[in-house]
């Protein structure tokens, strides 16, 4: 099963295949099961999370934790990082809609809390990810490195966007410092990127995309990786 594909394959595959169960992940909160999604002689495996299966949280709108992990990829895209695997939202899945996301191989048992020196160094556009999209739950587990390639993913991003700050991470390692041009460079073209704007829309509320861009202007205003706050909670639990 080739998860390798070119883009367009890939898009094409996990926005118009069809879908079969093949297991359920039992840990977490949220029903998340394996697919496989057959289209035109190829075959993909992907990870699908309908709305239905999300648990209520006081904080976050109900069923919007799929949206939320489209908006993620589309966001990773804009700021050419590729750092989310493809991500789609499906009206036609087993149990309803809910996102698609191309499944990548990666050793589980692998991540942040024992990452290698070497890989802890390529966190930096990490952080300031999670501080643009305002994620409430950047876990160790949440980030990833692909075997065969030994590219570096980030999932897991349905706690995201929210309009107040709810940033939750393990990964402070670079708080304090100064956060390098060429990383903030892509977000000061966020709020003239017409396509992302519209795109979003379908995605996050008209007070997320305004919150959104907020943060970008802030954090190219400040040129620093914030500290952790010291008012609330700033790592999620668990943190694995």
């Given at each position: 099963?080739?998860?390798?594909?070119?883009?367009?394959?890939?898009?094409?595959?996990?926005?118009?295949?069809?879908?079969?169960?093949k297991?359920q992940?039992?840990?977490?909160?949220?029903?998340?099961?394996?697919v496989?999604?057959?289209y035109?002689?190829?075959e993909?495996?992907?990870?699908?999370?309908?709305?239905?299966?999300?648990?209520p949280?006081?904080?976050?709108?109900d069923?919007?934790?799929?949206?939320?992990?489209?908006?993620?990829?589309?966001?990773s895209?804009?700021?050419?990082?590729?750092?989310?695997?493809?991500?789609?939202?499906?009206?036609?899945?087993?149990?309803g809609?809910?996102?698609?996301?191309?499944?990548?191989?990666?050793?589980?048992?692998?991540?942040?809390?024992?990452?290698?020196?070497?890989?802890?160094?390529?966190?930096?556009p990490?952080?300031?990810?999670?501080?643009?999209?305002?994620?409430?739950?950047?876990?160790?587990?949440?980030?990833?490195v692909?075997?065969?390639t030994?590219?570096?993913?980030l999932?897991?991003?349905?706690?995201?966007?929210?309009?107040?700050?709810?940033?939750?991470?393990?990964?402070?390692?670079?708080a304090?410092?100064?956060?390098?041009?060429?990383?903030?460079?892509p977000?000061?073209?966020?709020?003239?990127?017409?396509s992302?704007?519209?795109?979003?829309?379908?995605?996050?509320?008209?007070?997320?995309?305004?919150?959104?861009?907020?943060?970008?202007?802030?954090?190219?205003?400040?040129?620093v990786?914030?500290?952790?706050?010291?008012?609330?909670?700033?790592f999620?639990?668990?943190?694995?």
């Amino acid at each position: 099963m080739n998860q390798n594909l070119p883009a367009d394959s890939l898009k094409n595959i996990l926005q118009c295949g069809e879908l079969e169960l093949k297991g359920q992940f039992m840990l977490g909160s949220n029903y998340t099961f394996l697919v496989n999604v057959y289209y035109e002689g190829q075959e993909l495996q992907a990870v699908y999370k309908p709305s239905k299966g999300e648990q209520p949280l006081w904080d976050f709108p109900d069923n919007t934790l799929a949206h939320r992990e489209v908006a993620a990829y589309l966001v990773s895209e804009a700021l050419g990082w590729g750092f989310v695997p493809f991500t789609t939202l499906r009206e036609d899945g087993p149990y309803g809609p809910g996102s698609i996301q191309q499944y990548i191989e990666y050793d589980p048992n692998y991540h942040y809390f024992n990452f290698t020196e070497e890989d802890k160094a390529r966190l930096e556009p990490v952080m300031l990810f999670d501080l643009l999209c305002n994620n409430a739950d950047r876990k160790g587990s949440h980030v990833i490195v692909e075997e065969e390639t030994g590219k570096l993913w980030l999932i897991d991003h349905g706690l995201c966007f929210h309009e107040h700050d709810k940033l939750r991470t393990v990964i402070w390692d670079y708080a304090g410092e100064l956060i390098p041009d060429e990383l903030l460079e892509p977000l000061t073209h966020l709020s003239v990127t017409q396509s992302l704007l519209a795109d979003l829309q379908a995605y996050l509320n008209p007070r997320e995309v305004s919150a959104l861009l907020a943060r970008a202007k802030s954090l190219v205003s400040s040129g620093v990786f914030p500290l952790p706050p010291e008012h609330r909670r700033a790592f999620p639990y668990p943190p694995l």
